[in-house]
């Protein structure tokens, strides 16, 4: 049997899997809700059938959003917690018997939001690996869903395309420059993953609704994981507003009591949301000294971006800037995905990766062009300047170097863009001969896999040490030919 190329995007809210047919198309089966019933502490159904189950009523009661719990790696059921990996392993192996496919012998290319942890990562690495996949390659999702909704790449070569992937659970922005050499360079990129999701909405709506109605407030306290069952229930009534803003008030099902969701309170809560996802964008681009007329193209992906109001509040920061339309954008991630499983492609850092000194030069600790998957690390040692500091500050950073210039490891610190400050303890000066000897700092770097720089900090007096992981780095995503 020749091998399966497969793209997966396991979403706050739905998910996405799709395959490469041996005539080189590419089948989808999504979205599929990201969705766990369970009662008596046991799981009893997943995707679609726990929606089909909970929506009759409870028991089995609603557990979502999955993903977002892949930090703390708990999630729980009633009072018991239990392993959210392994819950989904069991939803990522039920996405591939449901669509008619094993786990042996695939390629899997899945997406990531920009912003989260490199222990979200590892998290959802292991939990393929439990599902039968030992080998998984990640990539940002605004990356994965531009690419998902391109039919001929040639047509964008040299435009500046902004990707807004607002999902259940993140809010994700990329700025990407395509190149003749079909490079998809990411000139910058951001993201929300604490306040501007979709599941985020919920909670607000789920808020003013319990404020509004005390009835409805006690009706949830009296039954068993009442808040979910209405959390569910609200994300249904919210797509079905976003879908037709002008509709009635709604039923709220699931409560012992009637209580009716407006569509005023829902379209106000994702006016707010989307004048909020606006400001986000409005920072990246003055973080990147970008202008807005500098923007050529924008991709609307995820499930919230498919509000009128949402792409209308965006579109209004680029007059002059062409939307490019894709027939279903929420499937967009996945076909991205699956695209490049079935592609050799690389990931390489898109900017210098550099620390900014005291001096305010910087110095570059990673070149712009290193391989994800080479791992390699590097060693530079620091002299702490500040001989009468109990610790030094090391302000880690991209800096964007003038196409053509000279590559230089200490570089002129304009263009820095500073992404993590990180402290460590120093040892006080030894004073012999009357002349201070400041401690010295051994600094190692190197990308890796989960798309993390990692940094390691030792102070060679103090003997301190620190360890981070910085997420959310640009990359550049190199595509060789279909295999």
Not at 129 to 155: D, F, K
Not at 386 to 392: F, I, L, M, P, R
Not at 445 to 465: C, F, H, I, M, P
Request: glycine share 8%; hydrophobic share 40%; aromatic share 6%.
């Amino acid at each position: 049997m020749s091998k399966l190329f497969v793209g997966v995007d396991f979403g706050t809210t739905n998910s996405t899997i799709a395959f490469v047919q041996p005539n080189g198309r590419i089948s989808t089966n999504g979205p599929v809700p990201s969705l766990v019933a369970w009662e008596n502490h046991q799981i009893v159904a997943l995707g679609q059938k726990a929606r089909d189950l909970t929506q009759r009523g409870s028991p089995p009661y609603p557990l979502r959003d999955l993903k977002m719990h892949l930090d703390s790696g708990i999630v729980r059921l009633g009072t018991t917690a239990v392993d959210v990996v392994d819950i989904i392993s069991r939803y990522l192996k039920s996405l591939f018997s449901n669509a008619g496919y094993g786990t042996t012998d695939v390629q899997v290319v899945a997406g990531t939001p920009v912003r989260v942890s490199r222990k979200h990562r590892e998290n959802l690495r292991e939990a393929f690996r439990r599902a039968g996949i030992p080998s998984v390659q990640l990539i940002y999702e605004p990356t994965a869903a531009l690419l998902g909704a391109m039919r001929n790449i040639s047509q964008l070569i040299s435009e500046t395309v902004l990707v807004v992937d607002w999902g259940g659970g993140t809010l994700d922005l990329a700025l990407i420059r395509i190149d003749e050499d079909h490079g998809f360079r990411e000139l910058g990129v951001d993201g929300d993953v604490n306040d501007l999701g979709g599941s985020q909405m919920d909670h607000e709506i789920v808020r003013q609704l319990l404020q509004k109605s005390a009835a409805a407030k006690k009706a949830v306290e009296s039954i068993p994981s009442g808040y979910a069952i209405l959390l569910e229930t609200i994300e249904r009534l919210k797509v079905y507003f976003l879908e037709d803003p002008e509709a009635s008030r709604q039923l709220v099902s699931g409560l012992p009591v009637q209580v009716y969701l407006d569509s005023d309170l829902v379209m106000s809560v994702i006016q707010n949301f989307a004048r909020r996802a606006r400001t986000a964008v409005e920072n990246m681009l003055a973080k990147m000294q970008i202008n807005p007329t500098d923007i050529t193209k924008i991709f609307f992906a995820g499930g919230v971006s498919q509000s009128s109001v949402v792409r209308d509040e965006i579109m209004a920061l680029f007059p002059d800037a062409e939307e490019i339309h894709d027939d279903n954008p929420q499937l967009s991630t996945g076909i991205g995905c699956a695209k490049l499983a079935q592609t050799p492609f690389s990931l390489e850092l898109a900017a210098d990766f550099a620390v900014r000194q005291s001096d305010d030069s910087s110095f570059v600790l990673l070149k712009k062009g290193q391989s994800v998957s080479q791992n390699r690390y590097r060693q530079v040692d620091f002299m702490v300047t500040d001989v009468t500091a109990d610790e030094a500050v090391f302000d880690f950073g991209l800096h964007h170097r003038t196409p053509g210039a000279t590559s230089m490891w200490s570089v002129d610190s304009e263009g820095f863009q500073s992404v993590r400050q990180t402290f460590i303890r120093v040892g006080q000066p030894e004073l012999p001969r009357a002349k201070n000897i400041p401690d010295i700092v051994h600094v190692f770097t190197g990308l890796d896999e989960n798309l993390s720089v990692a940094v390691y900090l030792k102070a060679q007096r103090s003997e301190a040490s620190v360890q981070d992981f910085i997420t959310g780095i640009p990359l550049t995503v190199r595509l060789g030919e279909p295999q």
